[in-house]
């Protein structure tokens, strides 16, 4: 009986860990965000990791459901590496509705340096607006970065930077729909950040060597010439 119980308890251990591991992953992009509000799962764009998503809609349940909005890489603008959002985000006629997301960007290396914010929708010709504000902090400590809001009427594009770059942030990001007389939606949301990234140890070394090689035949060179 005592063995059988170890054996027993040991399996159910080791599928309790394995459940663990598979929750805790890099996610390929394209993907939903209900995925990568999965506590420990990630996705990479370029050289940027994106941890730690929540999304909450004002009032609950309103469309889209995490499940329903799709996260792709944006990589559309030169110098410009993030994430874009998909989905039916819609207030109809009269009503209010508020999307709120969290994210957390690291870059692998370097620092990260600006946000670039774009917004996709319509009010379908009537009295409604669209907002999307964004305010960025520091991970590190907290410390205020940046903020920037992209509407409608207004501006569709926005863009915030800071100096000196950072390594990690995170994105505080509130969308408010009006539906006014015909409704508002929002169908994509751009999300992209520049960075400063640093050279790897291998690049360096190479560049010392190119660089050497350029001396040598200078000095080369001159030598030549006085002979």
Not at 19 to 25: D, K, P, T, V
Not at 33 to 56: C, H, K, M, R, W
Not at 68 to 84: D, H, K, L, N
Not at 187 to 206: C, H, K, N, R, Y
């Amino acid at each position: 009986m005592t063995r059988r119980f170890l054996i027993s308890s040991l399996a159910v251990g080791l599928l309790a860990l394995g459940g663990l591991n598979a929750q805790a992953s890099q996610i390929n992009l394209p993907t939903t965000l209900a995925t990568l509000e999965t506590p420990g799962n990630f996705a990479i764009v370029d050289n940027l990791e994106f941890s730690n998503f929540e999304y909450v809609a004002t009032p609950p349940g309103s469309p889209p459901l995490a499940s329903g909005v799709t996260v792709s890489p944006f990589q559309t603008i030169p110098g410009e590496t993030g994430i874009t959002f998909k989905g039916g985000f819609f207030a109809a006629a009269g009503t209010i509705v508020d999307y709120a997301f969290t994210y957390k960007v690291t870059a692998l290396s370097g620092t990260i340096t600006d946000a670039y914010l774009a917004l996709t929708g319509g009010v379908f010709g009537g009295t409604g607006s669209i907002s999307v504000g964004e305010t960025i902090r520091n991970a590190a400590d907290g410390a205020f970065l940046g903020s920037m809001e992209a509407s409608i009427p207004g501006l569709l594009v926005t863009s915030t930077s800071w100096t000196p770059g950072v390594t990690s942030i995170l994105v505080t990001k509130d969308v408010i729909l009006v539906g006014g007389s015909q409704g508002a939606t929002v169908s994509i949301i751009d999300q992209g950040f520049s960075q400063t990234v640093i050279p790897e140890p291998a690049s360096m070394a190479l560049l010392g060597i190119g660089l050497t090689g350029l001396f040598t035949l200078r000095r080369f060179f001159k030598r030549t010439s006085v002979a």
